[in-house]
T-cell receptor, first 117, second 110 residues
Framework: EAQVTQNPRYLITVTGKKLTVTCSQN?????MSWYRQDPGLGLRQIYY???????DKGDVPEGYKVSRKEKRNFPLILESPSPNQTSLYFC????????????????FGPGTRLTVL | KNEVEQSPQNLTAQEGEFITINCSYS?????LHWLQQHPGGGIVSLFM???GKKKHGRLIATINIQEKHSSLHITASHPRDSAVYIC????????????FGTGTRLQVTL
């Protein structure tokens, strides 16, 4: 079954304690991305990757790190979480279309609800 | 700054009604995406448009490049269509980077 998996699904942590949210896809997609969703602000892109070892900042990259060492995995790292990173996080993957790199239909993970105390 | 605006923010309809959700963007785009977020939180991609019109079942998405506007239509609406509908733009020159609208919350009642 084609899917994007995220772990953990729920996490409560404390300020400053490093954490990693994993994301994995089984569709051999070149493109992967992380988003956060906050009430009243909607979805915002954190980081994205167009292929292995290629990552780019989205609109809200501050306080986050990513890596793309393998095509299937795209972990999101919070080195020193703060309460303003409390949010619902989604990972997604997609094929890229044409030489412009336009996104095809995206497949989303189930979301990770993070609370930083 | 590239922006995406959706209207209405909230929409209540009776079963069977024809529904239109609007999305406007500020400058040239390479593609416009429509997403559906279920009440449980899961997100599904509905359409990717760069021109014209696409149809999938009771859902129709259109885009007018000159007017910088896209619409999502739902024909013969049903309570299971109740969800948040989100549009997202890939702006020209920043392909693969998405800017999202804040979503339209649709409630379809019997």
């Amino acid at each position: 079954e084609a899917q994007v998996t995220q772990n953990p699904r729920y996490l409560i942590t404390v300020t400053g304690k490093k954490l990693t949210v994993t994301c994995s896809q089984n569709m051999n997609h070149e493109y992967m991305s992380w988003y956060r969703q906050d009430p009243g602000l909607g979805l915002r892109q954190i980081y994205y990757s167009m292929n292995v070892e290629v990552t780019d900042k989205g609109d809200v990259p501050e306080g986050y790190k990513v890596s793309r060492k393998e095509k299937r995995n795209f972990p999101l790292i919070l080195e020193s979480p703060s309460p303003n990173q409390t949010s619902l996080y989604f990972c997604a993957s997609s094929l890229l279309l044409g030489f412009m790199g336009t996104l095809d239909e995206q497949f989303f993970g189930p979301g990770t609800r993070l609370t930083v105390l | 700054k590239n922006e995406v605006e959706q209207s209405p923010q909230n929409l209540t309809a009776q079963e069977g009604e024809f529904i239109t959700i609007n999305c406007s963007y500020s400058v040239g785009i390479s593609a416009l995406h429509w997403l559906q977020q279920h009440p449980g939180g899961g997100i599904v991609s509905l359409f990717m448009l760069s021109s014209g019109k696409k149809k999938h079942g009771r859902l129709i998405a259109t885009i007018n490049i000159q007017e910088k506007h896209s619409s999502l239509h739902i024909t013969a609406s049903h309570p299971r269509d109740s969800a948040v509908y989100i549009c997202a733009a890939e702006y020209t020159g920043t392909a693969s980077k998405l800017t999202f609208g804040t979503g339209t919350r649709l409630q379809v009642t019997l």
